[in-house]
């Protein structure tokens, strides 16, 4: 009895050297972040949902569209390419090639923002060298055709962090695929076409659903790379929430805080259906 | 049939390399053109564009403000993060979800909505951290934690702690001293992962620098996405430079990942 106390307490001291580490993170994730649940539920203290129906303008109502259309496009388009070099990557026979592929995914996943849209602008901008080539060619891309200033170009912009971020993901699961399966759906018949679609992409989905997902959040939460290519003329979330921190907030704090609680909610979706996907497809693979 | 393969294969790979290398050159070329937007080449090579942009105080300014960001940040993290990470795996294993928890929650915060949420509840408490340095560098610490915490827990995966920490107090060794002589020599490939990881994501970040502090402690982005409205040659210097930076730091995280072997795993996108 004495022995199991002390071993309680002995556990309890122990919990206490995790304490920096959960009080950083109670002050700078969760204490922050209940701090917007509670204003953008609030008003004068009293519950009410009156911050949420303001930020159903129809200006916000369309950044929420344009928003979750780029991060969709930008996710579908980075799993379909992502997949299909991925598994380039994989089954190359070349040591070398496969090595520095995956490496320059590597570096390349985590690159962004103000550099990379300045870099688009210099390839596709109005007087940029591919636009300038395609005009040789008779492919007028301005005024009409694509603008990098755009919608359009940030999907462009975007898929320069999507797709390594995507080969990087599916890289494992495609290493999961056995050749045996392959020479199996062979064996008794199977086209190569046939033993993708009825054997390769069902065990694949969990992981390409989850990369779909991940890459969705991944462009729903950017903001560097819009600003730096677009300023204000694209109506993306992030941006939105952007101008209200930057000048706004004193003026109407809840009304922001309630465009981030909207746009949290589809982060946390995103992020979650992922973990779960993701610790369903390890579960497989074992 | 297997030549076709081929192929298709090399065809694919091309054109991803293309897509990747293509605006990295297309700028570096930029930087250093007399001019480059009516014909197909540049009109000259001049590096007028790399002296003016940095002998400006600006230049110094903004860059030593970033190296000081990404400096300060990586070391808090790994001082929170290694005997944190340490702890769980040698005596509490079950705060384990707990801590994962706590960095996956940066995955699904906007950076827009962090430095929002930051600025609305600690410009309420008296404490020296609203727009200060001092709360850029505590929110680069939220956002890059994942990248922290998973090389570090797995190269602490990677080794039997268990019997190492047995092994060091049997022969007298107290804890600090099992941590600091044995434990982290033999995670240190993990932790310099790591602090690479969070070293190239916070030299690289635009928002949480520009909604935080903005003008008041101006970051080389910062500077960099002023003068892509003002200069754009200049601004193509400044790209190359961010670009160099972040591109260096990867190859030494895979220098490294690929020198030790088990590491390899460490790397965060994995």
């Known amino acids: 009895m004495a022995r199991a106390s002390k071993q309680k307490s002995r556990t309890w001291l122990a919990w206490l050297g995790l304490a920096p580490f959960f009080l950083f993170g109670i002050a700078f994730e969760i204490i922050p972040v209940l701090t917007l649940v509670r204003s953008s539920l609030t008003d004068k203290g009293i519950p009410t949902l009156m911050h949420f129906e303001r930020a159903l303008t129809p200006m916000f109502v369309e950044s929420f569209r344009n928003s979750i259309q780029l991060s969709a496009a930008t996710a579908f388009l980075g799993v379909v390419f992502g997949t299909i070099v991925a598994h380039a990557i994989v089954t190359t026979r070349n040591r070398f090639v496969r090595d520095a592929i995956t490496a320059l995914a590597d570096v390349t996943t985590n690159f962004g923002g103000a550099p990379l849209a300045f870099a688009f602008i210099v390839v596709l901008g109005s007087t940029g060298v591919v636009t300038l080539l395609l005009k040789m060619i008779g492919v007028n891309l301005y005024p009409t055709t694509f603008r990098i200033y755009s919608i359009q170009g940030l999907t462009v912009a975007y898929l320069y962090f999507q797709l390594p971020l995507m080969i990087l993901l599916v890289i494992p699961s495609l290493l999961g695929l056995r050749r045996e399966w392959r020479e199996a759906a062979i064996n008794l018949g199977a086209s190569p076409a046939q033993y993708w679609r009825r054997v390769a992409l069902p065990i694949l989905a969990p992981s390409l659903l989850g990369g779909f997902l991940l890459l969705f959040a991944n462009a729903f939460g950017a903001y560097a790379t819009a600003w730096t290519l677009t300023g204000p003329d694209v109506n993306l979330v992030t941006v939105q929430i952007a101008a209200l921190v930057r000048g706004e907030v004193q003026l109407d704090p809840a009304l922001a805080d309630a465009l981030a609680m909207l746009s949290l909610f589809v982060m946390t979706l995103c992020v979650a259906g992922y973990q779960w996907l993701g610790g369903r497809a390890r579960k497989g693979a074992r | ?270």
Request: glycine content about 6%; aromatic content about 12%.
């Open chain 2, 1 to 270: 049939m297997k030549n076709d393969r081929g192929i298709w294969r090399v065809i694919v790979l091309a054109l991803f390399l293309t897509f990747m290398i293509v605006p990295f050159l297309a700028t570096v070329l930029f930087s250093i053109s007399v001019r480059w937007d009516r014909t197909i080449f540049p009109e000259g090579l001049t590096l007028e564009w790399w002296d003016k942009v940095t002998s400006r105080s600006a230049f110094e300014t903004t860059l030593t403000n970033s190296f000081i960001v990404s400096f300060a940040t990586m070391f808090a993290l790994a001082l929170l993060v290694t005997p944190t990470a340490y702890w769980a795996h040698i005596r509490v294993p079950r705060g384990k979800p707990f801590i994962e928890f706590l960095t996956i929650i940066p995955f699904g915060i906007p950076g827009v909505v962090l430095a929002l949420a930051l600025i609305r509840f600690y410009s309420t408490v008296p404490l020296p951290l609203i727009n200060t340095p001092n709360i850029l560098v505590a929110a680069c610490m939220v956002i890059a934690l994942p990248f922290m915490y998973r090389p570090v827990a797995n190269a602490l995966d990677a080794i039997d702690i268990h019997v190492l920490t047995e092994a060091a107090q049997s022969l007298g060794a107290g804890l600090w001293q099992t941590m600091w002589r044995v434990i982290v020599p033999n995670i240190m490939p993990g932790i310099v992962s790591g602090c690479l990881l969070v070293f190239s994501t916070v030299f690289a970040e635009f928002t949480l620098a520009n909604l935080l502090v903005g003008t008041r402690f101006k970051t080389f982005p910062i500077y960099l996405v002023e003068f892509t409205r003002f200069d754009g040659r200049q601004a193509s210097a400044l790209a190359v430079i961010s670009f160099v930076v972040a591109w260096l730091t990867s190859l030494l995280i895979i220098w490294i990942a690929g020198r030790g072997g088990r590491p390899a795993e460490a790397l965060g996108a994995r």
